[in-house]
């Protein structure tokens, strides 16, 4: 399938509504743009924070530690990286 489509102001284009019910493409949807070289491709955005909270709650309560000593060692981790990058300050 090929539509044409146009850039207007401030870069604004309309996808037309063949693709958009082709693909479920709804108002809010948010895509990726992808330059290969001229050619654009459009790539859904999975979200993906909900999902990936799911897995590290499984992973805390497989290990049986708690929120507060995982915050607790992301905490030492952040501070550990810091000093790395930047030096103590």
Excluded: N
Excluded at 61 to 68: C, I, L, Q, Y
């Amino acid at each position: 399938m090929e539509s044409t489509i146009r850039v207007r102001k401030r870069g604004v284009v309309t996808i037309p509504s063949e693709i958009r019910e082709k693909y479920d493409i709804r108002e809010g949807d948010t895509y990726q743009l992808v330059d290969m070289d001229g050619i654009f491709v459009l790539a859904p955005m999975m979200p993906m924070v909900p999902e990936l909270a799911q897995e590290i709650e499984r992973f805390r309560r497989e290990a049986g530690v708690s929120t507060e000593d995982l915050m607790k060692g992301l905490r030492e981790e952040r501070e550990r990286y810091h000093e790395e990058k930047y030096g103590e300050e």
